[in-house]
């Protein structure tokens, strides 16, 4: 099992959603960030000039099976781009275990529904 | 006239002068409301600047062309700076503080329909056009006594003269600017849900309360037998009308869309107080309530239909609100009004008369709009960079967030 | 009455509508802001269905059950769809207009205590019945001229009959529908703040604002000395009585807590007025200061009386606002009136009839309540799914969020 | 004086009484809004604070310190617990109303200045010295009758007597203070964005507003040809100078900044608003409406000056707000004037007596308030902890957050 | 040390915090994120359906000494199930290093206050 | 390549910032968090006592490179101290890949900008 967190513009939110759905990525979370990055925009409140680098970003937060790690990659790899500074960044990350606090289940089990599996 | 009855018309007028006014944080909490909290203070910004530049230019102009001495019926003669201390009914300078205000509530209606993607510098311009001559020409038709007027053309407080046109320039501001980006997926209308419906209802009920400066205090007057009785009647129509229109909103929408949807009762209310406008002197109270909620019930399926079927993307349904029930109160006078409307026996003349008015409004705001976008257009740009849509006009146009 | 007068009397009283009208987004406000966020959509579609449905139902039937010709003192003769334009010391349509923005406060008051657990399509019958029967036969009783007006009970502008009604009213839903999910855990109540008190504030000055239509409106006229005398001391001891209360509640909470709390300070704010609102019009403003202080620390304790020790969960605190300081200030007036009351040598027979009046509202309004509220839960149901509970009525039973 | 004239005057002061008491949400959404969420809660009780607590001790003893018999042109006469039915133009009581309003109005100025740092109980015995000392000892002066009055200084709705002596006070206040923690840094002032602008902008346009009760309320009749020209001229001025303000903040800050910052626009309606309070009734539209630019204008330098240069910590901008401009207004009236002002051939004797009002309220406003800091300070202490007033003051002074 | 982050309803959060200090577990960080999974409401506005899958969770992240990792789990799958689809996730990841700030203290030691270690 | 999750004070924020540009460390990603530990204040809401533990935090995620981590530990360290209780903590997560959306670099490279690497 990978962790695949991936930060992301927030108006790409919509197309990076379809894409993981269409990969067959269907549990994930998702919450705001700010970034700090490359794309900067300069802010002047009240006469002061401020705050030059943190833009809105979403950070998703995916934990699949190894199989499953290249296509969700892909998948937000192709959906995200835009090619202008300030796409964002996907990082993998280790998962060691994984519960389903409904039923208990653990392992791979927990991370997809049983006989819905592809 | 005697003293004291204009020192009362005098208070009534400035009374419901200071409710129109107080309607521009009404139109401000809606349209920031019902739009992405990335684009807050451009919007905010947007209604003071709207606000502001309509007192100062109807001021300077506007309230002559729309007032003056009538040119062939067609537009007044402008005088600059009018600094008059006449008395009729009521003071002068009450009446041009209360034609004022009417004024930049046409040009704010604008601000809702381009929402979220317009350049702040065009912004500017094309209110500073609307507030001294798309708004004042087509009021003096009927205002200023012009030839709808002199038509039998009824609008008792603007269903048509204020609220049709700023809607229709706002029409053609949307179909020049285009939809927002991501609005329309491979054909399909996506919902840009509104960052704050707490706002946008308290937005609405600023309105409705506003509202009772705008009908009554058309009347324009309140001493006497005859104002006393018609500010009542029109307060108590201008009521029945919104609250029909909010109710038939969110029955309609439970019905349509399984859900009822403070959203559309929102917009539903609006459209009830645009449609009643027209006719709320002279329409009954069961006639007002049943404006409303025929109001309401268009403004469902209107917002649908432009959102859905015309892909115009406005972002707080000011076209439907404003528009196409300013229109349907200004035709339904034809047929509610209680001498001479249809329904009344009072045959069709007077819904004639309405047509033309609609139409001839329409065809000027919103050919007028056309060729105003499509200059400012093909000059200093209408439409922000993709980027900064994306973005959010906040930072990039003002440099300053509304949330931090 | 001379013309010019009634004008004056006219412009007053409609004013003082738009005024009370503007309570609404006051309420809207306050009760989305001391509840939770997933809430907020169906609680602003709460108010502005209970005033649309007020507007609507007490034109039709609601405001002839209270002031038709009364039937044995304890209801008006009804009659539909008034449409009357006669003259009294004002209009007659702006009474109507007047009387409809008092009945829906009271159905508005209601909302706060179910807030956060009740079905909507429960919510709207209730509302219904609420405004054309408990509220107005009750009314009927004093200002219809019934029997709890022969009897001496005074209660100027509505502290029980309008605030008292509302509030025993939800006292009932409040009881019937059972604390939300996470309010008593083990039998220990635990806080669940609201999510923006920012709203709360604001919806209170909004209120104290409208409360000037309220109670000065309330005299009904302005033409005359008399008039002229009796608004003005009306002002006086309503402001007094507010900033009273606020100040009351917040040393108050500051000596029991710890800390000075905002939200029962803003609370405090809204019993001083509620409990000033029987007798504005003769206490002096030294008894109207009193009765505001000792309403704001009755506030205090009766939040923590209904939360902690009887367990209701009314999450406004509009039991202890409306009900309880609704009660205690009209009662008031028969120790504090300057004419007839206790401390100023008027003996006990005035606070007698307040204490029946006091108690039969309360009979009246908790026990119709119940009944309703009884007929409903095992009818079509009055409390949402526990599911639904949690995640939100926005989302489920409106389909739309508040914030996005 | 006839009776109905008295009654006209009494409804148009009452009703001005009402839309200058809403002038306090729009204070305490401007405060809130241009503050951080965490202290939030702080800032609206303190608002309420002060709207309580002034109306309450003005009634007490304030009023007649201001308004009673005149002791050498310094003071009036105190006496306590006025309840007067007396009527002069209109009712005695609605005279205490109307000032009572203005009262808190300079008490709430305070209260932005010295937002996020101070102790909740310092705060509330400051508030009480200004509203029953400071204020109205200065407020003598000129609407008492006294020494300024006498010289010819003219002050007509308060630019100075009420607004620069709040800002005055809050000026030593935001000094004695200091800056917020992190507010300078190495000697460069940082940026501590408003956490909702949206607040902020609604605050303003209900000020604007207000104002219409501000100043054309201040003419204190509306019965009769004079009063009836007034109050129309002085809402017309009111209006533009607050446009103009509002435009002319918007254009230097973007020329000076690049961008068109709504903040400042914001401010800049203010800054309008205050200077025109002044003259309001005796300069000219046009008049009027440069003073509002030149105020805007002044707005922006004047945030800097204080911000930047002489870094005083001032997070809603009320000393250029109402300090700043508060003066500038006044002196503007000895050039404005349509009568005795320079620009109008009057010489400069007017400007003169402007000149010595506006630096005798500075003195008189910054010295007792400097005074009555350092007492404070060396006392009781005027400023909250360093934890404190980073974890915010809302869960430290209150035990509430405003949001959850 | 490992970390524990668990995606569990809103509504839990007061029972799974409670049930974490009865375990002994008192120092994590939470916040709001939105999550995509089984658990599906629609939504309308303005007509147009839309966002059928997320809906607001509470995520926790828990830095524990390996021993504390058992516990620390069942305290939450316990506290935090419904039975319901929708009852969120619980994953182990590895830790490397911690530093608490205030002492500089490092390793297992930062995770603990000395002295009043069970 | 590691992850270094720091949870600092909201008033720190524009110290470790500035600490953190100065580190050369200019890519991250920072959110809002509320944190449980030691530090506790007491709420009291219309009479009732509650919440004595949660306090607003901001948590950074900053992926570096190996080499990076002491210096930008240490960059944190410094400038988020107050050493009164709730300073907060940083905890070092192995990352296993990385990719930048916008070029699709991957490894080392897709964190630091070719050219300005020092
Ligand atoms: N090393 C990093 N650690 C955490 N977040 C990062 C890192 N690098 C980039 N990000 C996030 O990705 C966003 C985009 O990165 P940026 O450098 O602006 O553009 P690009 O990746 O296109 O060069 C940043 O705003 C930040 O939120
Ligand atoms: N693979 C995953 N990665 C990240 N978050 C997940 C993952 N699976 C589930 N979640 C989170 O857990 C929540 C509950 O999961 P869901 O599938 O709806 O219910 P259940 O776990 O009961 O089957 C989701 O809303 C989502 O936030
Ligand atoms: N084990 C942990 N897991 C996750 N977050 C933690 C952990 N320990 C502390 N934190 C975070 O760090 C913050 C500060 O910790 P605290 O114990 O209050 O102070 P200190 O670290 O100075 O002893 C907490 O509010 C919490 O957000």
């Known amino acids: ?118 | 006239m005697e003293e004291l009855s204009i020192s009362i018309n005098n208070i009534w007028v400035l009374v419901a002068t200071f409710l129109v006014m107080f309607m521009q944080p009404g139109f401000a909490m809606v349209e920031a409301g019902f739009t992405r909290s990335k684009n807050t203070a451009n919007i905010l910004t947007k209604n003071l600047v709207d606000f502001s530049v309509g007192a100062i230019l109807f001021w300077i102009i506007g309230y002559t062309i729309m007032y003056g001495e009538s040119i062939a019926g067609l537009i007044g003669t402008p005088s600059l700076f009018i600094n008059d201390n006449g008395i009729g009914d009521y003071a002068n300078k009450t009446d041009l503080m209360f034609q004022t205000v009417f004024a930049a509530t046409a040009a704010t209606i604008v601000s809702g329909a381009v929402a979220e993607r317009t350049k702040f510098n065009a912004y500017i311009i094309f209110t500073i056009v609307i507030t001294v001559l798309i708004y004042p020409i087509s009021g003096h038709w009927k205002w200023g006594g012009g030839w709808l007027d002199q038509l039998g053309f009824l609008d008792f407080a603007g269903s048509t003269i204020v609220h049709s046109v700023g809607a229709w320039v706002g029409l053609a501001g949307a179909i020049m600017l285009g939809p927002r980006h991501g609005k329309y997926v491979k054909g399909k209308a996506k919902a840009i849900p509104g960052h704050n419906l707490a706002f946008g209802a308290l937005g609405v009920f600023i309105l409705w309360f506003g509202w009772f400066g705008f009908n009554p205090g058309s009347q324009l007057g309140a001493a006497g037998t005859e104002n006393t009785l018609a500010i009542a009647h029109i307060a108590l129509t201008t009521n029945l009308a919104a609250a029909g229109g909010a109710m038939a909103a969110l029955f309609t929408s439970w019905m349509r869309y399984k859900r009822p949807a403070l959203s559309l009762a929102l917009n539903g209310a609006l459209a009830g107080l645009v449609a009643i406008t027209a006719g709320c002197d002279i329409v009954s109270p069961g006639g007002a309530l049943i404006i409303g909620i025929i109001a309401g019930i268009i403004l469902v399926f209107s917002v649908e239909l432009f959102d859905q079927v015309f892909k115009v993307d406005d972002p707080v349904g000011a076209i439907s609100v404003h528009g196409v029930n300013g229109a349907f109160g200004t035709l339904a006078v034809g047929l509610f009004a209680t001498e001479g409307g249809l329904f009344y026996g009072g045959g069709a003349s007077l819904l004639l008369s309405q047509l033309i008015g609609v139409a001839a409004v329409f065809a000027w705001a919103f050919g007028t709009g056309l060729i105003l976008f499509k200059i400012i257009k093909s000059t200093i740009g209408l439409r922000v960079s993709r980027r900064i849509e994306e973005e959010g006009l906040d930072v990039y146009e003002h440099g300053e967030n509304a949330y931090n």
Chains 1, 5, 6 share one sequence.
């Open chain 1, 1 to 118: 099992m990978k962790k695949i967190e991936a930060i992301i513009r927030k108006t790409k939110f919509d197309e990076v959603n379809e894409a993981l759905h269409d990969a067959g990525i269907e549990f994930y979370s998702f919450w705001d960030v700010r970034g700090v990055g490359q794309a900067r925009e300069g802010r002047v409140y009240r006469g002061i000039v401020y705050d030059t680098s943190t833009i809105e970003r979403i950070k998703l937060s995916i934990i699949v099976r190894d199989k499953n790690v290249e296509k969700t990659v892909n998948a937000i790899l192709e959906s995200s781009r835009t090619g202008e500074i300030g796409d964002g960044k996907i990082f993998i990350i280790p998962i060691e275990e994984s519960y389903r606090i409904r039923t208990g289940e653990t392992g791979d089990e927990s991370l997809y529904i049983k006989g819905k599996e592809e």
